[in-house]
């Protein structure tokens, strides 16, 4: 999720469900927080799965 923060009125504005911008509230700022740790374990696992074994024979279809 993005956070913006308006230039002139420095209003806190993120993007909801629906792609639509909403006011930055602690409870979006959670989630958004949430989803964040997710996106970010979700890659370590995906770097370390990324490495190939040379000992094994790769095949392709």
Same mark, same amino acid.
């Given at each position: 999720m993005k956070e913006y923060t308006c230039y002139n009125c /420095?209003?806190?504005l993120t993007t909801n469900g629906k792609g639509n911008l909403t006011e930055l509230t602690p409870k979006f700022k959670e989630i958004n927080d949430v989803l964040e740790r997710i996106h970010q /374990? /979700?890659?370590r696992i995906r770097l370390k799965t990324d490495k190939v074994n040379k000992d094994l024979l790769l095949f392709s279809h």
């Open positions: /420095k209003k806190q /374990k /979700k890659n």
